[in-house]
T-cell receptor
Framework: RKEVEQDPGPFNVPEGATVAFNCTYS??????FFWYRQDCRKEPKLLMS???SGNEDGRFTAQLNRASQYISLLIRDSKLSDSATYLC??????????????FGRGTQLTVWP | NAGVTQTPKFRVLKTGQSMTLLCAQD?????MYWYRQDPGMGLRLIHY???????AKGEVPDGYNVSRLKKQNFLLGLESAAPSQTSVYFC?????????????FGAGSRLTVL
């Protein structure tokens, strides 16, 4: 079983739509969770960290469900500029331990006018 | 502030040739990583380093070697390139943050092995 699994999509939504991505992880000891965004032929960039209580950054909301071992990303009022691949990333490190970062394969989103 | 710089950006090799990818970061980060990204496979860790003079194997280390002689540089070597090593290679760095090492990536190096 892969460490991190994501629905690869693609998700094709109109501008203004709300879209949600889910990601599951296999290691219950995982400590840190992130969403990265990767534009076509570019490097991944941090979108947001995911905190236990859930967190919001503008139109983006991230949720963590430790019991079910999944992470979600909700994008409200989609913009054309949101078109990208969204990578779910999990770190099983504890405290000051580096741990390992595991990347999902990414979920592709296309927002159309 | 340049962040993470990778050279070269593109390279075409013939099977059996060797080459070195250079990664340089100017953020004084302790940790550095080399990933490869292939279609449908996501990012896979090749090697990483937690400090100057130390390296460790990641998920797919075979066919690659690395060195970190200086804190700011992390080199990835291919001793005898194979077509299976055709990929996009990303270097990344992060500072030592307890349990939450956020990565800064370079722009990537596209390698084709014929």
């Amino acid at each position: 079983r892969k460490e991190v699994e994501q629905d690869p999509g693609p998700f094709n939504v109109p501008e203004g739509a709300t879209v949600a991505f889910n990601c599951t992880y296999s290691n219950s000891a995982s400590q840190s969770f992130f969403w990265y965004r990767q534009d076509c032929r570019k490097e991944p960039k941090l979108l947001m960290s995911v905190y236990s209580s859930g967190n919001e950054d503008g139109r983006f909301t991230a949720q963590l469900n430790r019991a079910s071992q999944y992470i979600s990303l909700l994008i409200r009022d989609s913009k054309l500029s949101d078109s990208a691949t969204y990578l779910c990333v999990v770190n099983n490190g504890r405290g000051s331990t580096l741990g390992r970062l595991y990347f999902g394969r990414g979920t592709q989103l296309t927002v159309w006018p | 502030n340049a962040g993470v710089t990778q050279t070269p950006k593109f390279r075409v090799l013939k099977t059996g040739q060797s080459m070195t990818l250079l990664c340089a970061q100017d953020m004084n980060h302790e940790y550095m990583y080399w990933y490869r990204q292939d279609p449908g496979m996501g990012l896979r860790l090749i090697h990483y380093s937690v400090g100057e003079g130390t390296t460790a194997k990641g998920e797919v280390p075979d066919g690659y070697n690395v060195s970190r002689l200086k804190k700011q540089n992390f080199l990835l070597g291919l001793e005898s390139a194979a077509p299976s090593q055709t990929s996009v290679y990303f270097c990344a760095s992060s500072r030592r943050v307890s349990g939450a090492n956020v990565l800064t990536f370079g722009a990537g190096s596209r390698l084709t092995v014929l």
